[in-house]
Nanobody, 115 residues
Framework: QVQLVESGGGLVQPGGSLRLSCVRSGTIFSIYAMGWYRQAPGKQRELVAVITNYENTQYADSVKGRFTISRDNAKNTVYLQMNSLKNEDTAVYYC?????????WGQGTQVTVSA
């Protein structure tokens, strides 16, 4: 059984930084990609960043140059370093993996950017 547990969310002022972590547990067969999505109130869930098993990365245009995704395969962990945070980055952030036997989601962690 695959479980994803996010941490690192919180309240931060505009211009500040946060680092999200997502630890995956469970048997590993083949992981194609790990990523972060977010959902703001009243909006659809959207892709923030993804990193493949070949270390290729993709970012939403709104976060390019500010957010960095990385992974530590030895720790089964994916990170999202978020810098220069803006009010519009406020959302619940979800970890996601795409694997051989399906796609999995974490429970989400709240990020609030406010003065």
């Amino acid at each position: 059984q695959v479980q994803l547990v996010e941490s690192g969310g919180g309240l931060v002022q505009p211009g500040g930084s946060l680092r999200l972590s997502c630890v995956r547990s469970g048997t590993i067969f083949s992981i194609y990609a790990m990523g972060w999505y977010r959902q703001a109130p009243g909006k659809q869930r959207e892709l923030v960043a993804v990193i493949t098993n070949y270390e290729n990365t993709q970012y939403a245009d709104s976060v390019k140059g500010r957010f960095t995704i990385s992974r530590d395969n030895a720790k089964n962990t994916v990170y999202l370093q978020m810098n220069s945070l803006k009010n519009e980055d406020t959302a619940v952030y979800y970890c996601n993996t795409r694997e051989l036997y399906g796609s999995y989601w974490g429970q989400g962690t709240q990020v609030t950017v406010s003065a």
